[in-house]
């Protein structure tokens, strides 16, 4: 890891200067540890804090390459014999992955950002003594997964946990949504989607659903384990509004959850545990809490997608989910990811009665401006 004090923060909480770079206040408490110094706040810190890797004696790169295998389905078993490992070794940096993809999925996939067609879908994983489910929502036109639930039962609560995250990572323009037949959307969807109408009265404004936000449904039924038709419906918005909004995302032609479903399919490939066909279990719904986020955080950010390359002069070029919605503008390793450190917010004055002192109010000046 490369010693850089203008592109590193102050990671403690108490400290004004926290999260922001650039500013001259890091210095380099020893190169040879590879420890930083805040002049603000006189506390050292380590060039991995906040990262997979901090206080990992492994070296970053055997790390990297133990997760990018994780990552991509092989198993834990091979693993432990190919490195001489212990398992709980290996489990251990599979949820510290795990972790750490969640807290860079939060913070640089949630933030409000038009997402045209989002189709959602559940899938059943195999645990210990009983079942679990696992539901996705995603974006048609960049393939970005945005954002999965785990939950022992595939009910309500599931579904409403789900579209409280989109609609989290969601701005206030058209949007469709697409799912199977399961009942639990349409009515999950209209209590997410909704906004406060202010009268200008007083008391509790009364919630209103978005505009130009239409739920179309995509209904398979089996027979004998097979598709015998497709029915599509539209429960919320006009027909209109569906067809332009599809045609935006995906071009031409029905409305379908073809895209979820691949993305599913990925899923079931790369964690054990979700294979319709096989004898691996979760031992605990954390394990599929972690693999979920570090699956969908190295589908976003470090798979090339052949469906989003850009044709240029002689050539084709490829791009992530990420760089396909401007969140990067490059093809993430996984050692980049496990490395990425996530800033704190800036600090904010704690409030205290009476009048600031002069240290305090220079600190406000400096920090808060």
Same mark, same amino acid.
């Given at each position: 890891?490369?010693?850089?004090?203008?592109?590193?923060?102050?990671?403690?909480?108490?400290?004004?200067?926290?999260?922001?770079?650039?500013?001259?206040?890091?210095?380099?408490?020893?190169?040879?540890?590879?420890?930083?110094?805040?002049?603000?706040?006189?506390?050292?810190?380590?060039?991995?804090?906040?990262?997979?890797?901090?206080?990992?004696?492994?070296?970053?790169?055997?790390?990297s390459?133990?997760?990018t295998?994780?990552?991509?389905?092989?198993?834990?078993?091979?693993?432990?014999?190919?490195?001489?490992?212990?398992?709980?070794?290996?489990?251990?940096?599979?949820?510290?992955?795990?972790?750490?993809?969640?807290?860079?999925?939060?913070?640089?996939?949630?933030?409000?950002?038009?997402?045209?067609?989002?189709?959602?879908?559940?899938i059943?994983?195999?645990?210990?003594?009983?079942?679990?489910?696992?539901?996705?929502?995603?974006?048609?036109?960049?393939?970005?997964?945005?954002?999965?639930?785990?939950?022992?039962?595939?009910? =309500?609560?599931?579904i409403? /946990?789900? $579209?409280? *995250?989109?609609?989290?990572?969601?701005?206030? !323009?058209?949007? &469709?949504? @697409? %799912?199977?037949?399961?009942r639990?959307?349409?009515?999950?969807?209209?209590?997410?989607?909704?906004?406060?109408?202010?009268?200008?009265?007083?008391?509790?404004?009364?919630?209103?659903?978005?505009?130009?936000?239409?739920?179309?449904?995509?209904?398979?039924?089996?027979?004998?384990?097979?598709?015998?038709?497709?029915?599509?419906?539209?429960?919320?918005?006009?027909?209109?509004q569906?067809e332009?909004l599809?045609?935006?995302?995906?071009?031409?032609?029905?409305?379908?959850?073809?895209?979820i479903?691949?993305?599913?399919?990925?899923?079931?490939?790369?964690?054990?545990? =979700?294979?319709?066909?096989g /004898?691996? $279990?979760? *031992?605990?719904?954390?394990t599929?809490?972690? !693999?979920?986020? &570090?699956? @969908? %955080?190295v589908?976003?950010?470090?798979?090339?997608?052949?469906?989003?390359?850009?044709?240029?002069?002689?050539?084709?070029?490829?791009?992530?989910?990420?760089?396909?919605?401007?969140?990067?503008?490059?093809?993430?390793?996984?050692?980049?990811?496990?490395?990425?450190?996530?800033?704190l917010?800036?600090w904010?004055?704690?409030?205290?009665?009476?009048?600031?002192?002069?240290?305090?109010?220079?600190?406000?000046?400096?920090?808060?401006?």
């Amino acid at each position: 890891m490369v010693v850089d004090p203008a592109s590193t923060f102050c990671p403690y909480p108490d400290c004004p200067a926290r999260g922001q770079t650039g500013q001259g206040n890091i210095g380099i408490h020893s190169r040879k540890d590879q420890r930083f110094i805040c002049r603000q706040c006189q506390q050292t810190f380590a060039a991995t804090k906040g990262t997979a890797f901090y206080r990992l004696r492994t070296p970053a790169e055997t790390v990297s390459l133990v997760v990018t295998l994780l990552a991509h389905g092989c198993p834990l078993q091979a693993i432990v014999v190919a490195f001489g490992f212990d398992e709980r070794t290996v489990a251990n940096g599979f949820a510290r992955a795990g972790t750490h993809a969640q807290a860079v999925q939060a913070h640089r996939v949630e933030p409000p950002r038009e997402l045209g067609q989002v189709p959602a879908d559940e899938i059943r994983g195999k645990q210990q003594g009983t079942l679990s489910w696992m539901t996705l929502a995603m974006t048609v036109r960049t393939r970005l997964g945005l954002a999965g639930e785990v939950s022992a039962q595939r009910n =309500l609560g599931l579904i409403r /946990r789900l $579209l409280r *995250r989109v609609r989290r990572g969601a701005a206030r !323009g058209p949007m &469709l949504f @697409g %799912t199977d037949g399961f009942r639990a959307y349409p009515r999950a969807i209209r209590e997410a989607c909704r906004a406060p109408l202010h009268p200008g009265k007083t008391g509790r404004p009364c919630l209103r659903p978005w505009k130009n936000s239409p739920i179309a449904p995509v209904v398979k039924p089996y027979a004998h384990r097979h598709v015998v038709s497709v029915v599509r419906r539209i429960l919320a918005g006009t027909a209109t509004q569906v067809e332009k909004l599809s045609r935006l995302s995906q071009g031409d032609g029905v409305i379908n959850t073809a895209s979820i479903e691949r993305r599913n399919a990925t899923f079931r490939e790369r964690l054990a545990a =979700l294979t319709r066909k096989g /004898r691996a $279990l979760a *031992r605990c719904p954390s394990t599929l809490h972690h !693999g979920m986020y &570090l699956i @969908g %955080t190295v589908y976003n950010f470090c798979t090339y997608q052949d469906s989003l390359s850009l044709a240029v002069v002689g050539a084709h070029a490829p791009r992530t989910p990420a760089m396909a919605a401007a969140i990067t503008d490059h093809r993430w390793t996984v050692h980049e990811l496990l490395s990425f450190r996530i800033p704190l917010p800036r600090w904010t004055l704690p409030k205290r009665r009476g009048r600031r002192s002069r240290k305090l109010q220079l600190l406000v000046e400096r920090w808060c401006s």
